[in-house]
């Protein structure tokens, strides 16, 4: 069984700030890294998908992939209110029959 | 554009009863899919069609059937419902291959089981 692995959390961090969000997975052989956030009562969404080793950014977003060390983070720069929600850590892998695997999720709150 | 749709959103069954739950979508996807979400558990693949005509089991199928019905549809049958299966239930589809395998949701389906 692939395993995806996520700190549950809860992690708080005042607004403004940094919030830090790790996942490790078990697969070496992964293609693809996704990660999700879901409000309570709603479906995941996609907030970044990362393919290559590195940093990709999209606003207050970066995602970062080392497939040597089998991790990927997601760093939310300025964190609002809005950002408080659950981050799912997602790894894809398309010779599988373009499988998913998910981790349990990472419950962040940013207080005001 | 609508994505993934699954109906219904709310349903309320007694133990032993059987129902469908219905998925589709409209971006021409290979790869479909059915989770379900339990709290701590994350999101568990009960079953998944990686294209039109093929479906096979994920980590938790017992007591689930599926039907890929067409390229857009893809449903998930219980046969005889159980406390067990209380849960929250999410459709998803992915277009498939290397660079286009982003998994998008549907808006869920909450199911309790009495």
């Known amino acids: 069984q692939k395993e995806v692995e996520q700190n549950s959390g809860p992690l708080s961090v005042p607004e403004g700030a940094i919030a830090s969000l790790n996942c490790t997975y078990s697969?070496?052989?992964?293609?693809?890294f996704f990660w999700y956030r879901q409000y309570s009562g709603k479906s995941p969404e996609l907030i970044m998908s990362i393919y290559s080793n590195g940093d990709k950014e999209d606003g207050r977003f970066t995602a970062q992939l080392n497939k040597a060390s089998q991790y990927v983070s997601l760093l939310i720069r300025d964190s609002q209110p809005s950002d408080s929600a659950t981050y799912l850590c997602?790894?894809?892998?398309?010779?599988?029959?373009?499988?998913?695997?998910f981790g349990t999720g990472t419950s962040l709150t940013v207080i005001p | 554009n609508a994505g993934v749709t699954q109906t219904p959103k709310f349903q309320v069954l007694k133990t032993g009863q059987s129902m469908t739950l219905q998925c589709a979508q409209d971006m021409n996807h290979n790869s479909m899919y059915w989770y379900r979400q339990d709290p701590g558990m994350g999101l568990r693949l009960i079953y998944y069609?990686?294209?039109?005509?093929?479906?096979d089991k994920g980590e938790v199928p017992n007591g689930y059937n599926v039907s890929r019905l067409n390229k857009r549809e893809f449903s998930l049958r219980l046969e005889s419902a159980a406390p067990s299966q209380t849960s929250v239930y999410f459709c998803a589809s992915s277009e498939g291959g290397i660079s286009g395998n982003t998994i998008y949701f549907g808006e869920g389906s909450w199911l309790t089981v009495v």
């Open positions: 997602a790894v894809g892998e398309w010779y599988t029959g373009n499988q998913f695997y």
């Open positions: 069609s990686a294209s039109e005509g093929t479906t």
């Open positions: 697969d070496r052989v992964s293609q693809s």
